[in-house]
């Protein structure tokens, strides 16, 4: 019997891992009977879905709601809920707050329903918690050493996440996703926004903006990929042998560079979408993206069954088939 | 002018460092006005001291104790509090309200002073960030995957130090300390205290046990070298240039096998000493030592002018001059 809680569950991957529960209705293999969703504001439940669903809105980072979301015991969580690297950056009390401080409480709400209770928390972290200088490709060894506050919360989840782990209270495994492209709905203010926005933008007839030069390399998943990742992180979290006490992984992703984008761009839908992205240089978001990793080497998740899209192709058409009318 | 503040005064490293700093009436050039002494217990004032010396006692983890500590405006904090590793395991909520806590909490309260004020923090972490497996020496690229709470907690302080740095609340400095030998006073529990044990027991004719075999290796400072350690880094800690934003270093030492911390003895004190040593192997304590570092290469350390013992001789040597009536 499986009980589900997602923290961050009205974000778009949160949104996009619901979808797939309830297609599946199950998960590991065992079938779910409750999903409860949680977020800042009380996200939207999921039609048609094939067992009870709960939605909640709280701050995480309150005394006490933590210990009401893991009251009933839900043998997997999934824990999403994050404010953005911008954000955290720009406001440094409430970044450690919901980062840090929610998470924290999360996990020693766990720990302290006690009685041999122990959930498999999946959570997501970010490349982030790596800070330049970087080597070309970043492995399962590079140092965590952020260069920002987020990256900065990040790594201390992971640093927490493992320790609890270790400790027996949760069975925890935190993926670092890659960027995630083509991320659906409006253009948003994060200087990633671009390398979504030059492929959707021009797929819905609009223009984009592009700030920086085409030989920038970035990591990517599509918002399929990163679902996937959830999934199999959850099925993994008993696995704590094959695993090992490193309990954060980066995942697995495409390296490719802006050029290589608009080119997977012109393959798969004409040089016509191609035409309305428009080169507008901003120093500013130049100088952001300069502190970005752009390639892993991901062997650690590879060889744990992680999996990703296999070329910027398939995650244009990803997107192509899960957000525009056909 | 500098006004100190020494954090965990009444342990080893603290009281030598303080007697340093009454010896030399100043710290980086400039003349010391003010110690204010800080632990669980109230430290012992040093006597003579050229400075006006307050000696305080509080737990440091509870609301509001740091910002009294920090309302005075302290130019330099020496942060040295913390539980030891043992302890940290075995009370699991201890070490975090202790190790991690408090010393958010020291953080925090000097970030609230605002209005300009930038002490130098020097902050004592640990090799306990790392985790094996290790290379043969551990370089400054090599990943915090600590295998302990209490490394956890260090590893997580770390990088609060560096992000409070980079946001210009204070100029922090970590340093990880070796395991310093050969500590003064009575045997004690620790895992790690035979290091000492099997020096200082034979230099005053008493009987040491040795618990593992003669090559296990390990790393080392003398109390000399550690205060030296302390001095160095709150010199160092305005030049952030030369520092760069990874504000945590790996402290030089010496890596030494228990057999040539034996052959070191036999030099500077004749055979006799060497003579109390008795071989007792305990497995328990072979098994937690097999999981410690042996060898590191602080270059970044080293470069910024941090210095260690020269010899396994120099660290009894500076035992018997410190701590062994003439």
Redesign the interface.
């Known amino acids: 019997m499986n009980r589900i809680l997602v923290i961050g569950a009205a974000g778009m991957v949160g949104r996009k891992l619901l979808q797939s529960l309830v297609k599946d209705g199950s998960l590991g293999g065992t079938r779910i009977t409750q999903a409860t969703l949680h977020d800042i504001v009380a996200p939207q439940p999921p039609p048609n879905a094939p067992f009870q669903v709960r939605s909640l809105a709280s701050d995480l980072s309150l005394a006490g709601e933590a210990d009401k979301l893991v009251a009933e015991r839900p043998s997997v969580i999934f824990h999403l809920a994050a404010i953005v690297s911008g954000e955290a950056e720009a406001d440094?009390e409430k970044g450690y707050r919901i980062n840090l401080d929610a998470t924290r409480q999360l996990f020693e709400a766990i720990r302290k329903v006690g009685a041999g209770y122990k959930p498999r928390v999946v959570f997501t972290s970010s490349i982030a918690v790596f800070?330049a200088p970087f080597p070309e490709a970043i492995d399962d060894?590079?140092?965590?050493?952020?260069?920002t506050?987020y990256g900065?919360q990040k790594?201390?989840a992971e640093?927490?996440l493992?320790?609890y782990t270790?400790?027996g209270f949760f069975d925890g495994i935190g993926i670092r996703l890659p960027t995630v492209c083509v991320r659906p709905g409006k253009p948003n203010r994060a200087a990633s926004g671009f390398f979504s926005g030059i492929i959707r933008e021009p797929l819905n007839g609009q223009e984009a903006v592009l700030p920086v030069s085409e030989d920038v390399r970035h990591w990517h998943a599509s918002p399929r990929a990163a679902v996937g990742f959830l999934l199999h992180a959850a099925a993994l979290a008993g696995e704590g042998e094959r695993i090992g006490?490193?309990r954060n992984l980066t995942m697995p992703g495409l390296s490719v560079t802006v050029a290589e984008q608009i080119a997977a761009l012109r393959r798969v839908a004409g040089d016509a979408p191609a035409r309305l992205i428009r080169r507008e240089p901003d120093p500013a978001i130049m100088r952001i993206v300069k502190g970005w990793p752009e390639n892993f080497d991901a062997q650690r998740a590879r060889e744990l069954g992680f999996r990703a899209d296999t070329s910027f192709e398939e995650i244009i058409r990803i997107y192509m088939e899960e957000e525009l009318p056909a």
């Open positions: 440094f800070g060894e590079f140092l965590s050493a952020p260069l506050s900065t790594a201390v640093l927490l493992s320790d270790r400790r006490p490193r």
